[in-house]
């Protein structure tokens, strides 16, 4: 019994640790950006979630594993947001190392926009949804993050036609005209391999809250009642 309680502590306590280190990393970003503009728009997401997330946590808690992706990205974002996602320094040395001819940080941002959203899709799906145990689960929330960064796209469209050239930092599309199918490609890309890699380990610790039942949820449907030892009346 003590061992339950001892670890326990941690899982109560890992959501406000998360909370500190991603407050700390806005502050951090926020001080002297390179495009003040630039970086509400990239960490506009962040600045609305956190508050949401705060607020609905007893309500709607949410696993470990969510917990610890949702704040990678928001450091993520943070990251991009301070230096514009084509400035980032440690992306220009991945670029000059692998002698690659762009940033290549904006690549890996757009996979996370895929790899994370995809956890909390399903997570929604799993507490929610008639789909909870369904081999749709997967495929639907692949489809439900690739839509998400569609509509991304779409702002990021919105964005460059009522800010013209001031624009051109967040949509950082460095000189590539297809940079709008590249980044919805990584989104893709990232849900997928979040989907393969992640769900077993995701339905585990739903299970440990409570929220499906053990090896996943159930279906949903009735059984059939049983015929066994019945005759049929022949007319």
Same mark, same amino acid.
């Given at each position: 019994?003590?061992?339950?309680?001892?670890?326990?502590?941690?899982?109560?306590?890992?959501?406000?640790?998360?909370?500190?280190?991603?407050?700390?990393?806005?502050?951090?970003?926020?001080?002297?950006?390179?495009?003040?503009?630039?970086?509400?728009?990239?960490?506009?997401?962040?600045?609305?979630?956190?508050?949401?997330?705060?607020?609905?946590?007893?309500?709607?808690?949410?696993?470990?594993?969510?917990?610890?992706?949702?704040?990678?990205?928001? #450091?993520?974002?943070?990251? =991009? /947001? *301070?230096?514009?996602? &084509?400035?980032?320094?440690?992306?220009?040395? !991945?670029? %000059? @190392?692998?002698?690659?001819?762009?940033?290549?940080?904006?690549?890996?941002?757009?996979?996370?926009?895929?790899?994370?959203?995809?956890?909390?899709?399903?997570?929604?799906?799993?507490?929610?949804?008639?789909?909870?145990?369904?081999?749709?689960?997967?495929?639907?929330?692949?489809?439900?993050?690739?839509?998400?960064?569609?509509?991304?796209?779409?702002?990021?469209? #919105?964005?460059?036609?009522? =800010? /013209? *050239?001031?624009?051109? &930092?967040?949509?950082?599309?460095?000189?590539? !005209?297809? %940079? @709008?199918?590249?980044?919805?490609?990584?989104?893709?890309?990232?849900?997928?391999?979040?989907?393969?890699?992640?769900?077993?380990?995701?339905?585990?610790?739903?299970?440990?809250?409570?929220?499906?039942?053990?090896?996943?949820?159930?279906?949903?449907?009735?059984?059939?009642?049983?015929?066994?030892?019945?005759?049929?009346?022949?007319?």
């Amino acid at each position: 019994m003590t061992a339950v309680v001892h670890s326990a502590v941690p899982r109560r306590q890992l959501p406000a640790a998360l909370a500190v280190v991603v407050v700390a990393g806005l502050a951090v970003s926020a001080w002297a950006p390179h495009d003040r503009t630039t970086w509400f728009l990239e960490t506009v997401w962040v600045l609305v979630g956190l508050p949401l997330v705060l607020l609905t946590r007893r309500r709607l808690p949410m696993t470990n594993l969510l917990c610890c992706l949702l704040a990678v990205h928001a #450091l993520v974002l943070a990251v =991009g /947001g *301070h230096y514009t996602y &084509a400035q980032v320094p440690l992306g220009d040395w !991945v670029r %000059d @190392t692998f002698g690659l001819d762009r940033n290549p940080y904006d690549r890996f941002g757009h996979l996370m926009q895929g790899f994370v959203p995809a956890v909390l899709v399903r997570e929604l799906l799993s507490r929610t949804s008639p789909l909870r145990g369904s081999r749709w689960l997967g495929p639907l929330t692949v489809c439900a993050c690739l839509a998400f960064s569609a509509v991304f796209e779409m702002l990021e469209w #919105l964005a460059a036609v009522i =800010g /013209g *050239h001031s624009a051109d &930092a967040f949509l950082a599309t460095q000189g590539d !005209v297809w %940079d @709008t199918q590249w980044d919805m490609f990584c989104a893709l890309i990232g849900a997928t391999v979040s989907v393969l890699v992640l769900s077993r380990l995701h339905d585990r610790q739903l299970h440990a809250l409570g929220l499906i039942p053990c090896g996943g949820a159930a279906s949903t449907a009735a059984p059939r009642p049983s015929t066994a030892g019945t005759t049929r009346r022949l007319p």
